[in-house]
């Protein structure tokens, strides 16, 4: 064979061996760690669907997700992390409450997680800095748990010559002693008697409802959990049979014919995390991104809901409201 030949057949293998590598190569898989139900997540899952699109990642294409859900059961989620860090999933994704992401980081230390976090995630033990969080965790932290207080204002403002309001919150949520000491300390400031009631599953929500009559209750703030946004349909039909004025959290509770609602936008949070888990497969270090903080807070009123209850919203609070529903 000719020098020449030799060089040409050689040089036309080794530019044809980096793109034989790259096509043997596994596609990266994301682990998606959530305490709730898919059914209660399809628009959630779709915003970040989109952000990792934009980062340059599409399901089924180049990229793979391991779907995991624990169907508001926060004790399964240890095992289901620990299933997938033995899949060597390339990035843990978690959200529907703090339980997720405790689990994920109780069992891996390597694979970077990115979460959806309610509560105080410097409390709660899963960084050391929202700035600069280091180690393997990053996400995006609501702070849902810690306006409960402001939930319990915005109630007692809508029905202020109420005196006795409950308070439903989940006791397997990491983040209830948070929940528990905000409003504690806001109803003595409203003057107002606070019943805390407890659920975590659908047939203690059943017993909750059945038993608030004799408490005289003219009042419920439904705890921010992801377990209950789950079963918003069910919290709302409750409180419409009872004819009890409630607030939830997320618009969604309001849009769907809850009382009102106040919490941050849910679907900037999902949109932030498919941006971050993106940034990481990209090469891009955990530690080094900060928790996102959330900057957009909406109060959701209910015009239709208030009319059935035979409520009405004073002008002051209307005026303050971000979205009406009539």
Known sequence: MRRRQFLTIL??????????????????????????????????????????????????????IEYRWADGQY???????????????????????????????????????????????????LVPNLNQPGGNVTGVTLFAQQMESKRLSLLHETVPKAKTFAAL????NAALHFQLDDVRKAAPRLGVELVVLYASTESEIEGVFAGMAERKVEGLLVGADPFFNSRRARLIALTAQQRIPAIYEW?????????????????????????????????????????????????????????ALGLDFSPMLSARADEVIE
């Open 75 to 125: 004790d399964r989620l240890p095992a289901m992390a620990a299933d997938l860090v033995a899949r060597q999933v390339a990035v843990i994704a978690t959200m529907g409450g703090e339980a997720s992401a405790l689990a994920a980081k109780a069992i891996t230390s390597q694979i970077p997680i990115v979460m959806v976090a309610g509560g105080d995630p410097v409390q709660e033990g």
């Open 169 to 172: 919150f989940n006791p397997t």
């Open 11 to 64: 040089g036309g293998a080794a530019a044809a061996w980096p793109l034989s590598a790259r096509a043997q190569q596994p596609i990266p898989v994301i682990g998606w760690l959530s305490g709730v139900s898919p059914g209660g997540s399809v628009s959630n899952l779709a915003v970040f669907r989109e952000a990792l699109g934009g980062t340059g990642y599409v399901e089924h294409r180049n990229i793979e």
């Open 251 to 307: 618009r969604d509770m309001a849009v769907e014919g809850g009382l009102l609602s106040y919490g941050t936008v849910l679907a900037e949070a999902y949109r932030q995390l498919g941006n971050y888990v993106g940034r990481i497969l990209n090469g891009e270090k955990p530690g080094n991104l900060p928790v996102v903080q959330p900057t957009n807070f909406q109060l959701v009123i209910n015009l239709k809901t208030a009319k």
